[in-house]
């Protein structure tokens, strides 16, 4: 969320809200798409699998994650309510803290990035790479920290669109109704707009069937325009389905991400924030 928006205090906005979810989709796939250029690399997600000095256990991409979000922490990026580290412990930043308003109830407690990384390592990265080792660890670490970063903006973002539907004077008091009885259930329910996830889908793979298409010279006339033959349009895609395009990231595992992973996250964030949106009331 801009920061202009936290700072004027404004009850968030939903449409924003799902404006700004809309162009984080740009954002995973471009980063998915820059991972997929690495083969899997597994030997980077494995502890205890490379040698580190001070004696640190964990796997290599776990201490770069933790080394370049040491740095971030140092510029305050954790201030930010809708930033969330994957590391603990992290230093003190040396810029002083921005006044943001509190549009969030005490969302701190909330942090489901472990089960972000989970999902990604075990199911994204060997589902957008070839197989094998290609040493190229530091870049294919850079890409995983990118993509987890993002996923982890995109997921939290849950708070703010859980509280904008608990502001929503049409639903407002059965949303304090179902808290007040921790009735996890109806939450889930009151909030789930199935329309809203059906078209995000289809948005998705059109997204990563164009985004991953590879307009290479040989696609191209000498006029640099796009040769039609060897650009898939999405529509002949989408209508004859069987039809497998080769694209930079596999498209049909993007969307199953999604469907089965962010979505249910993130609205995992939005219940347990709204269970929790009373308890300083
Ligand atoms: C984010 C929202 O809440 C839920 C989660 C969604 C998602 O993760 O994409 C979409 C619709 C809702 O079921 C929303 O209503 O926009």
């Not at 740095?71 to 580290?85: C, G, K, W």
């Not at 164009?210 to 010279?217: E, F, P």
Request: with cysteine; charged share 25%; hydrophobic share 35%.
């Amino acid at each position: 969320m801009s920061r202009n928006l936290l700072i004027l205090g404004a009850a968030p906005n939903l449409g924003e809200l799902r404006d700004t979810l809309v162009r984080l989709e740009d954002t995973i796939i471009f980063a998915l798409i820059e991972r997929s250029q690495f083969k899997h690399n597994s030997s980077i997600y494995e502890p205890g699998k490379m040698h580190f000095k001070d004696g640190y256990q964990g796997s290599f991409l776990s201490w770069f994650l933790k080394e370049v979000e040491c740095v971030h922490a140092r510029v305050r990026r954790y201030q930010s309510p809708d930033e969330y580290p994957f590391t603990d412990n992290l230093p003190e930043p040396v810029l002083a803290p921005l006044d943001y308003p509190p549009v969030l109830v005490d969302p701190s407690h909330i942090n489901i990035n472990d089960e972000i990384f989970d999902a990604y390592v075990n199911t994204v990265v060997p589902g957008i790479t070839v197989a094998g080792d290609d040493t190229n660890y530091g870049s294919s670490a850079t890409r995983d920290i990118e993509c987890l970063q993002a996923l982890s903006r995109r997921i939290h973002y849950g708070k703010f669109v859980a509280e904008s539907k608990f502001q929503d004077v049409r639903t407002h008091d059965e949303y304090v109704k179902c808290i007040k009885e921790q009735n996890r259930d109806r939450l889930m329910e009151l909030l789930t707009n199935a329309p809203v996830e059906e078209l995000l889908l289809k948005r998705l793979k059109a997204k990563a069937i164009i985004y991953g298409q590879d307009l290479s010279s040989a696609s191209l006339d000498s006029n640099g325009t796009v040769n039609s033959g060897s650009v898939p349009l999405v529509a002949a895609v989408a209508d004859c389905g069987e039809e497998r395009v080769k694209t930079r990231v596999d498209y049909d595992l993007v969307v199953s991400f999604y469907r089965d992973y962010v979505i249910p996250l993130t609205k995992e964030v939005e219940v347990e924030y709204l269970l929790h949106r009373l308890d300083k009331e």
